[in-house]
């Protein structure tokens, strides 16, 4: 199939999206590009940074399956082409773009859907790094507020192409140093994108949304 029936595709299936974003949407042209890997880091960047504004990863979650089901119908999935921009972090990259949120994807097998997050709500963590610093990679530390006594945190770390490049399980505490060979890959000035979900001690699961600092 040619890029303009797959064009098609992404808008209807983006059509039918019930997301509400407080970020800006981006055409299925320019989805379809960073699917196709034809984007450089600087253009995705620019694109996640448009779209950066809330934390709706249950609409991502929801959203990811029907997105790549479009892909595979309109290419095929023998077809599909074997580079960077068709795994799933491509495919989530495109995703997070049209939701206007920016999510560290899990694994296929590991999505579920999260509790829904609220802006004031007691378990919404923030992160207490200001958005945007600059982190010696020798003292890479980022923390977050607290929640209720007794959680635990997994952090995620990862590129704004969204490859994970470290992830801490099961933390008590409310920060955590980077180990520095996990960005040792990374340019000075690169952004990197972070995340927190806290278990809360009621076993429920609340995803933080994504933030963003640069390493030197």
């Known amino acids: 199939m040619n890029d303009e029936l797959l064009v098609a595709r992404l808008r209807d299936v983006l059509a039918r999206s019930t997301c ?12 379809l590009a960073v699917l196709r890997g034809e984007r450089s880091r600087e253009d995705v960047e620019r694109l996640v940074d448009r779209a950066l504004g809330n934390a709706e990863t249950e609409e991502l979650v929801r959203l990811l399956p029907a997105l790549e089901k479009a892909v595979d119908e309109a290419v095929g999935t023998s ?5 960077a921009g068709w795994i799933l972090g491509g495919l989530a990259a495109a995703a997070a773009i049209v939701v206007g949120v920016v999510l560290i994807a899990p694994r296929v097998g590991e999505m579920t859907a999260p509790v829904e997050y609220r802006e004031g709500d007691a378990t919404a963590l923030r992160p207490l790094v200001e958005r945007g610093a600059a982190l010696d990679r020798d003292h890479f530390t980022l923390a977050w507020s607290e929640g209720p006594e007794g959680s635990r945190y997994d952090l995620t770390v990862a590129t704004v192409e969204l490859r994970v490049l470290h992830e801490a399980k099961g933390l008590e505490a409310t920060e955590y140093t980077v180990p520095r060979e996990a960005l040792e890959d990374l340019a000075s000035g690169e952004t990197v994108l972070w995340r927190v ?20």
């Open 79 to 83: 077809a599909r082409p074997r580079r």
């Open 197 to 216: 979900d806290v278990t809360l001690p009621d076993g429920r699961h609340v995803p933080s949304g994504t933030f963003r600092v640069s390493v030197r």
């Open 20 to 31: 509400s974003s407080n970020g800006e949407p981006v055409p299925a042209d320019e989805i």
